[in-house]
Nanobody, 121 residues
Framework: VQLQASGGGLVQAGGSLRLSCRASGMILSVFSGSDMAWYRQTPGNQRELVASITSHNGSRNYADSVKGRFVIAKDNTKRTVYLYMNSLKPEDTAMYYC????????????WGQGTKVTVSS
C-alpha cells in the first residue's frame, strides 16, 4: 500500500487548491475502515493536524486556523481523500501529508510522501 499525495503548488493569497491522497493497493474494506487526516509541517516545526475524518460516521474535525476555509472529504470508490483549501493565506504554506489509520484491532497506519503548498502574499 502506498499513499500518493498530489495537488500542491504555488497559489496567491485568497486562492484555492485541492489536495488528493490516493491509497494505491488498498482494498475497499481497509480504506472504508480507516480514519484519515491531513497534517502539515513547516521547517523547524512539528507536524500539526489540519483536518481529520473518521471511518465510523464520517465525523470531521479541523484545526482552528483552517475552520471555515478547508474541507476534508473522501471517495471510497476512488480510494482517495481530499483536502479542499479555500481562501488560502501565506501562513498555510507548508508541506502537507496525508495519514491513514486502519481502525481494526492491530490495524496499521500509513503516511503519504507529502505535497508542498506555497501561498504568496
Amino acid at each position: 500500500v502506498q499513499l500518493q499525495a498530489s495537488g500542491g503548488g504555488l497559489v496567491q493569497a485568497g486562492g484555492s487548491l485541492r489536495l488528493s491522497c490516493r491509497a494505491s493497493g488498498m482494498i475497499l474494506s481497509v480504506f472504508s475502515g480507516s480514519d484519515m487526516a491531513w497534517y502539515r509541517q513547516t521547517p523547524g516545526n512539528q507536524r500539526e493536524l489540519v483536518a481529520s475524518i473518521t471511518s465510523h460516521n464520517g465525523s470531521r474535525n479541523y484545526a482552528d486556523s483552517v475552520k471555515g476555509r478547508f474541507v476534508i472529504a473522501k471517495d471510497n470508490t476512488k480510494r482517495t481523500v481530499y483536502l479542499y483549501m479555500n481562501s488560502l493565506k501565506p501562513e498555510d504554506t507548508a508541506m502537507y501529508y496525508c495519514y491513514f489509520k486502519y481502525t481494526a484491532t492491530g490495524g496499521r497506519d500509513y503516511w503519504g510522501q507529502g505535497t508542498k503548498v506555497t501561498v504568496s502574499s
